[in-house]
């Protein structure tokens, strides 16, 4: 997806680069916990996983992520947007990181920043996000509150890539959860976080194999739908 939208020279650098190092350079944003954060590293372990993390950014000082991405040896930057006096330095910032480290995709993990159009201009098409609804249902914060209180018997995590639209670009992969009778946010959120391990690495997986193909909103991947325990992926591995 992003090869298109990229330059020729820097996709030039990209296909050189990978002639050598087959695997995706990946950049995680966090700002809290870091759950997604480990998913990607455990996967990123296995040898045949495609991609590689090279990069962990945190915007918040105290956030538990930078100990998981520490404790994996994986690089990590804290840019605290608070240091800056605006929205585009703070974005300039982690763009010249990124853009330091050669990354190829930004995967949002937990990312507590909108991010504006200066920066998706930097990585356009190689940004992706994940998000604890089946969008475009519930966007925004607290989405397992939000299923909850609407009263959906269904609900579950999304993978997407990231355009101006808040939680609303072209949507990669889904897997679905049921609400359970007594489910609070916390039991909800549990069950959808359980998901969202899974749906995130094999996301990245498929890109990093180029396995994804685009169709202005619709993504096509070559998997079909999967069931897995209570949930419903699609598509799946
Ligand atoms: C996840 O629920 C994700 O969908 C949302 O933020 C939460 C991050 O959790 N964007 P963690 O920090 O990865 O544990």
């Avoid at 020729?8 to 087959?22: C, F, G, K, S, T």
């Avoid at 897997?175 to 549990?190: F, I, K, Q, R, W």
């Amino acid at each position: 997806m992003g090869g298109r939208i990229r330059g020729e020279e820097h996709a030039r650098a990209l296909r050189d680069h990978r002639a050598v190092n087959p695997k995706l350079r990946v950049a995680v944003l966090v700002s809290g916990h870091g759950s997604n954060l480990q998913a990607l590293i455990d996967a990123c372990a296995a040898p045949q996983y495609p991609a590689e993390i090279v990069l962990v950014i945190s915007n918040v000082p105290t956030a538990y992520a930078i100990q998981r991405a520490t404790a994996a040896g994986v690089a990590v930057k804290v840019i605290d947007h608070h240091s800056f006096a605006t929205r585009e330095q703070f974005e300039t910032a982690l763009l010249h990181e990124l853009t330091g480290a050669r990354v190829d995709l930004v995967c949002l993990a937990g990312f507590m920043r909108v991010l504006s159009p200066i920066f998706l201009k930097g990585f356009r098409g190689q940004i992706l996000n994940i998000h604890p609804s089946l969008l475009p249902a519930f966007p925004g914060l607290h989405a397992p509150r939000q299923a909850l209180l609407h009263g959906v018997k269904i609900t579950g995590c999304t993978v997407h890539f990231v355009d101006e639209a808040t939680d609303g670009g072209p949507i990669l992969v889904q897997a679905a959860v049921p609400v359970l009778p007594g489910d609070t946010e916390a039991t909800l959120a549990d069950r959808i976080h359980l998901e969202e391990h899974r749906i995130y690495p094999m996301a990245v997986r498929w890109i990093a194999s180029r396995l994804v193909a685009t169709e202005g909103r619709r993504t096509i991947v070559e998997a079909k739908p999967a069931v897995s325990g209570l949930s419903l992926f699609n598509p799946g591995s």
